[in-house]
């Protein structure tokens, strides 16, 4: 099973809004609302921003939303806080029966 | 508050068996709706879905690492465990333990991680 496409960086200033894609097929992404989200800092576990394309768990802020369009789903960080700066990862049910993870993005606030 | 702890050796030598182990505390590994996975990350590179099991036995694994990969449970134990045969430097990576969400696949809740190395 190949890796979903990410971008390998992104960035935004603070207070802006940044768009991250998640980019698979219709064996994956396009084919099951099963996308979720995570948010990496350094030397940490990651954590859970995003479930089911769009379903944030408990104590995620409001600024962090998810949404899918054919193939590519894409995680929304709006009004950039500091603390955001961090690697995220999406992943994806796949039709065979396993799990995939993207190639990972760096976001950099500026 | 569910926790999930790795342990097992940081060094194993190339062509031998890595294993680790997870201990979940602060609920059950029998509890109905998740799977148990692990998830490795190389340095520096990204997330790599390893396999996940049901506390009745049943198990997923990624098919790129299928035919070297074990995953077991141990209910009385609440434990899980990954046994990786046939190493090289390519498995050198942090290792973690998760809680999957059935039908929704997803990990809420993740151990701290553990960094094998496999040395030659």
């Known amino acids: 099973q190949s890796a979903l496409t990410q971008p390998a960086s992104v960035s935004g200033s603070p207070g802006q809004s940044i768009t991250i894609p998640c980019t698979g097929t219709?064996?994956?992404?396009?084919?099951?609302?099963?996308v979720s989200w995570y948010q990496q800092h350094p030397g940490k576990a990651p954590k859970l921003m995003i479930y089911?394309?769009?379903n944030r768990p408990s104590g995620v802020s409001n600024r962090f939303s998810g949404s899918k369009s054919g193939n590519t789903a894409s995680l929304t960080i709006s009004g950039l806080q500091a603390e955001d700066e961090a690697d995220y990862y999406c992943?994806?049910?796949?039709?065979?029966?396993?799990?995939?993870f993207g190639g990972g993005t760096t976001l950099t606030v500026l | 508050q569910l926790q999930l702890q790795e342990s097992g050796p940081g060094l194993v030598k190339s062509s031998e068996t890595l294993s680790l182990t997870c201990t979940v505390s602060?609920?059950?590994?029998?509890?109905?709706?998740?799977?148990w996975g692990w998830i490795r990350q190389p340095p520096g590179k990204g997330l790599e879905w390893i396999g996940s099991?049901?506390?009745?036995?049943?198990?997923y694994y990624n098919p790129s690492l299928k035919s070297r990969v074990t995953i077991s449970v141990d209910t009385s134990k609440n434990q899980f465990s990954l046994k990786l045969s046939s190493v090289t430097a390519a498995d050198t990576a942090v290792y973690y333990c998760?809680?999957?969400?059935?039908?929704?696949?997803?990990?809420?809740?993740w151990g701290q991680g553990t960094l094998v190395t496999v040395s030659s």
């Open positions: 099991i049901y506390y009745s036995g049943s198990t």
């Open positions: 998760a809680r999957l969400r059935d039908f929704e696949w997803h990990f809420a809740y």
């Open positions: 992943s994806s049910y796949t039709s065979s029966g396993t799990l995939v």
């Open positions: 219709s064996r994956d992404v396009g084919g099951y609302n099963h």
């Open positions: 602060g609920g059950s590994i029998s509890s109905s709706s998740y799977y």
């Open positions: 089911e394309v769009s």
